[in-house]
């Protein structure tokens, strides 16, 4: 099996998007749990705590997929190198653990979407019933 010096060049581009949708996501819920600790720090109600309880949750979850993001682009450009000096095996390697990393990546923003998608549930509901 061989591997060329282009095919992990191919997850620049995923990557790249994939890192910059997880920041904006970090930037987005660090804003609300800033505005939810100025409500807390004011009203001091049990629910809004819960709610920040829950978006650190998600906030740490974040930190893992861009984590493994940036661990799966530093891999392809590794592989890449190994690549370029004619180290087939060992490149396919590296860059087999680069996918691995851009899946588990994947895998936690699904986690992470799950539990939000839970939380809008909850604030909705009173709508609902």
């Not at 997880?22 to 987005?28: I, K, S």
């Not at 190198?81 to 990393?101: D, M, N, P, R």
């Amino acid at each position: 099996m061989t591997l060329s010096i282009e095919t992990p060049a191919l997850l620049f581009s995923a990557t790249s998007l994939i890192l910059l949708a997880y920041t904006n996501r970090f930037l987005t819920i660090a804003q609300i749990v800033r505005g939810l600790k100025k409500t807390y720090d004011e009203k001091e109600n049990k629910s809004i705590l819960i709610e920040i309880k829950n978006l650190n949750l998600r906030l740490t979850l974040i930190r893992y997929m861009q984590l493994a993001g940036v661990l799966s682009l530093f891999l392809s450009v590794f592989a890449m190198l190994v690549l370029f000096f004619e180290q087939q095996l060992t490149g396919i390697y590296i860059f087999g653990l680069s996918l691995l990393c851009l899946l588990i990546s994947l895998g936690i923003s699904f986690w992470e979407i799950s539990i939000s998608v839970k939380a809008l549930r909850v604030h909705l509901k009173d709508l609902v019933e």
